[in-house]
């Protein structure tokens, strides 16, 4: 758990995270897919402070979850559960991401066939995901 720095590709949006998890997980869901154009790669982050904050966009994808975006550039930045302070922040964004591992996928089963991710790690399909997480992944 350590403290990083990230932006989004323009740098209209900046980040300076607390708490940040090396490890993170990939999402295979449709929503995601649609996002992210493949698996969404996301690490947990206990606290973030934005700047650059009238150019993040925050979509309510979800009853209870929002994703947020750059409006300049359209840069992903992150997930959240509504109801929880943890952002799911995009590996992508970090300025350092050397150091981040893949440790987990979720909703594999719904990964189309043409690729995969490399690696020794949990893979939960759809309903091992749901049941792990109460219904509040996606
Ligand atoms: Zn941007
Ligand atoms: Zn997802």
Known sequence: ???RTGKCLCGAVRFEAEEVATEFSA???DMCQRWSS???FSTTVGKVR???EKNLKRFRSSEW???GFCS???SNLFFRVLEFADHEVCVGAFDERNDL???GEIFVDRKPDGYALAGDHPRLTEKE??????????
Do not use: D, I, N, Q
């Not at 792990?132 to 992944?137: D, E, F, H, N, W």
């Open 1 to 3: 758990m350590t403290a």
């Open 27 to 29: 999402c295979h869901c």
């Open 38 to 40: 493949g698996p969404f």
């Open 50 to 52: 934005f700047t650059g």
């Open 65 to 67: 979850a929002e994703r």
């Open 72 to 74: 300049v550039c359209g």
């Open 101 to 103: 591992v893949m440790t």
């Open 129 to 138: 995901t749901l049941e792990k997480y109460r219904g509040l992944a996606g």
